[in-house]
């Protein structure tokens, strides 16, 4: 059974620009959940996707977005890049809900995004 | 509002030696308790976790951690470490009603042989 898949693992920006991260759960998952970990904050919640809505939102500028295909599969969006927005960005599925209720979020290695 | 302090930042040990990694939170209901680990250039995967029962618990790759209501820890513990035990180690927090897990900043273990 594949995990979870995220796409790109590396990227390089500069500030002003956008940038959209992909992630792929695992088959039959059908919660997304995004965290933002840098060295200085640590896993920081984003925001949490069930059957494309979201649910739950983290305390986090507009300038970060993102969706939920019917397929599952999510993307997120970070417009006008700052260079604290430079971290790790992981997503993690889960059956039916984000981690307090199912128990068990499946990580992905995350996309790490850099910000010039 | 919810918590989790990890007050370890780095813990060096030597491989075969006892392990207990400290994980405090602060929550006003029965919380739903984790801990993942995370290797270099990896995704976070879980250890184990508590929801209710036995405040015992086991999880994968020998560790155990124990709930302890009265001092809100849930300490993460390994008799013998082993080298491919290093890695940073996160406690987490959720609870029924919310779809997000408050993480801890974590604690780099590191193994000596």
């Known amino acids: 059974k594949a995990g979870v898949t995220q796409t790109p693992r590396y990227l390089i920006k500069t500030r002003g620009q956008q940038v959209t991260l992909s992630c792929s759960p695992i088959s039959g998952h059908r919660s997304v959940s995004w965290y933002q970990q840098t060295p200085g904050q640590g896993l920081q919640f984003l925001f949490e996707y069930f059957s494309e809505t979201q649910r739950n939102k983290g305390n986090f500028p507009g300038r970060f977005s993102g969706r939920q295909f019917s397929n599952s599969r999510s993307e997120m969006n970070v417009s006008t890049l700052e260079l604290g927005d430079s971290a790790l960005y992981l997503c993690?599925?889960?059956?039916?809900?984000?981690?307090?209720?199912?128990?068990?979020?499946?990580f992905g290695e995350g996309s790490r995004l850099t910000v010039l | 509002a919810q918590s989790v302090t990890q007050p370890d930042i780095h813990i060096t040990v030597s491989e075969g030696a006892s392990l207990e990694l400290r994980c405090n939170y602060s929550?006003?209901?029965?919380?739903?308790l984790f801990w993942y680990v995370q290797s270099p250039g990896q995704g976070l995967q879980l250890l184990l976790k508590?929801?209710?029962?036995?405040?015992l618990v086991q999880g994968i790759k020998g560790f155990e951690a124990e709930f302890k209501r009265s001092q809100s820890s849930f300490n993460l513990r390994k008799p013998s470490v082993h080298w491919s035990d290093a890695a940073e180690y996160f406690c987490a927090v959720g609870t029924y009603n919310t779809d997000k897990l408050i993480f801890g900043t974590g604690t780099r273990l590191q193994v000596f042989p």
């Open positions: 508590y929801f209710s029962g036995d405040t």
């Open positions: 993690a599925s889960s059956l039916d809900r984000g981690g307090g209720a199912s128990g068990e979020l499946f």
């Open positions: 929550y006003g209901a029965t919380p739903y």
